[in-house]
T-cell receptor, first 113, second 110 residues
């Protein structure tokens, strides 16, 4: 069964901490994405990557960075966590060259206190 | 700015009812429109629509796209409590990017 795996289901971090959210896919997909999901706002794209070591800003990149050193792994980094980054974070991947075909991870619910 | 708007944001119906969820969009480089169902965890794929007027069906769920009026609907007939979920509409806009609507929270009461 193909999968996108996010390393943590729930995380609680303190304001100012550096936070790493990890995502691994086993489908050999070219594209990987990080979204955050907030009530009433839907899913908003933070960053995406269409190849190893490549990254593109999404709609809300401020306060975040990403790393893609290997094709299967895409990491989201909160350099200095703040309470307004409390949210559900969803990772997704898709094959290149198509207009859809996303597979999502189960999400990480991050609380910053 | 690319935009996807879903309505209603929340809907409560009784088991057995038929529901229609709406999704309208304004985007610059449309490739396809997708519907997802999200229960407690990861959104799961329902439909991908690329052509106008062609209905896609899966059991009690169906969806259709109107590229002239820039909207799609998702129909669920004979609803069951297991249909309770958030339904997400998304539009693929070049370079693999998906733009999502706010979601519709559907609650089916027994």
């Amino acid at each position: 069964d193909v999968k996108v795996t996010q390393s943590s289901r729930y995380l609680v971090k303190r304001t100012g901490e550096k936070v790493f959210l990890e995502c691994v896919q086993d489908m050999d997909h070219e594209n990987m994405f990080w979204y955050r999901q907030d009530p009433g706002l839907g899913l908003r794209l933070i960053y995406f990557s269409y190849d190893v070591k490549m990254k593109e800003k999404g709609d809300i990149p401020e306060g975040y960075s990403v790393s893609r050193e290997k094709k299967e792994r895409f990491s989201l980094i909160l350099e200095s966590a703040s309470t307004n980054q409390t949210s559900m974070y969803l990772c997704a991947s898709s094959p290149g060259g198509t207009g859809g075909g996303y597979t999502f991870g189960s999400g990480t619910r991050l609380t910053v206190v | 700015e690319d935009k996807v708007v879903q309505s209603p944001l929340s809907l409560v119906v009784h088991e057995g009812d038929t529901v229609t969820l709406n999704c309208s969009y304004e985007v610059t480089n449309f490739r396809s429109l997708l519907w997802y169902k999200q229960e407690k965890k990861a959104p799961t794929f329902l439909f991908m629509l690329t052509s106008s007027g062609i209905e896609k069906k899966s059991g009690r769920l169906s969806s259709i796209l109107d590229k002239k009026e820039l909207f799609s609907i998702l129909n669920i007939t004979a609803t069951q409590t297991g249909d309770s979920a958030v339904y997400l509409c998304a539009v693929s806009v070049g370079a693999q990017k998906l733009v999502f609507g706010q979601g519709t929270r559907l609650t089916i009461n027994p």
